[in-house]
């Protein structure tokens, strides 16, 4: 699989035990998934954030997940994790 690297990150940016999410796992999700990292950039500014779908083919995307548990986690159903009805 080709990994989906818009900002062209070096592996020492993506940073060591993480990995760029494939581009067939560019998609929505249902709900936000916290091992899900998306790539703040400002100027020279950057920051990775928490908690996305991991849905933007613009934005560059990490994770620690294999591709195996990125997928487990897709198909479970977290809301009723949540308390939500």
């Known amino acids: ?12 940016q993506v940073g060591t ?6 581009e067939d796992e560019i998609k929505y999700r249902d709900f936000l998934i916290e091992e899900i990292e998306r790539l703040e950039q400002f100027l020279f500014f950057k920051k990775w954030v928490p908690w996305n779908y991991g849905e933007s ?20 159903d977290r809301s009723s994790c949540m308390g939500l009805p």
């Open 57 to 76: 083919p613009k934005t560059t995307f990490r994770t620690k997940l294999s591709r195996e548990e990125l997928a487990e986690i897709t198909r479970v």
């Open 17 to 22: 035990g993480w990995r760029l999410l494939d």
């Open 1 to 12: 699989m080709k990994e989906h690297n818009p900002k062209r990150l070096l592996p020492e």
